[in-house]
């Protein structure tokens, strides 16, 4: 692996994880400006094949990402975070990091309920999300999105940083 895609990748996961515990925002401009260097940046090194490999990694980050967000259970900044991951270490490192990042994202999750003393109606919530989606559909829960206020939430951008760093490692 390229020591600059090593430390850049590195500085922006966790720069936007500790922005997103602060605020429960990941700014455009950190992420936008990432994305577009490693499109450049993999076209540079590697022309037109490295481009398409950051291409597909970008695709990766969208089509699940961008489910979750058409759910409005992810902020679009966790999705232009991946997006931005996936233009420097490309499709198959992303795939890897997005396994480990659900799993780091559940784990987070339980311990979330634990702390915040909510684990039975976080429970209830999941048990409603499985069990409510095949009436449901493919639309978002009426009251488990980011836009209600009183909806339970946590920030992603932790479990990004984790499954992408985890990811340089496999």
Do not use: Y
Not at 42 to 57: D, H, Q
């Amino acid at each position: 692996m390229n020591s600059i895609v090593w430390w850049s990748t590195l500085s922006l996961v966790v720069t936007a994880a500790v922005t997103d515990v602060r605020s429960r925002r990941i700014p455009n401009g950190l992420v936008i400006p990432f994305l577009a260097a490693g499109l450049i940046f993999a076209l540079e090194r590697l022309g037109l094949s490295g481009l398409t490999n950051s291409l597909e990694g970008i695709a990766l980050a969208i089509v699940p990402l961008g489910a979750l967000c058409w759910l409005r259970a992810m902020g679009m900044g966790d999705l232009k975070l991946c997006a931005a991951v996936g233009a420097w270490v490309g499709v198959e490192q992303l795939g890897v990091a997005l396994v480990v990042t659900a799993v780091a994202g559940g784990v987070m999750a339980i311990l979330w309920a634990v702390l915040h003393a909510e684990v039975g109606s976080s429970i209830d919530g999941a048990s409603d999300l499985v069990f409510g989606f095949p009436a449901r559909g493919f639309r978002p829960h009426s009251t488990l999105t980011l836009d209600n206020p009183r909806a339970r939430t946590m920030p992603w951008a932790p479990a990004i940083a984790i499954g992408t760093i985890f990811s340089f490692f496999c």
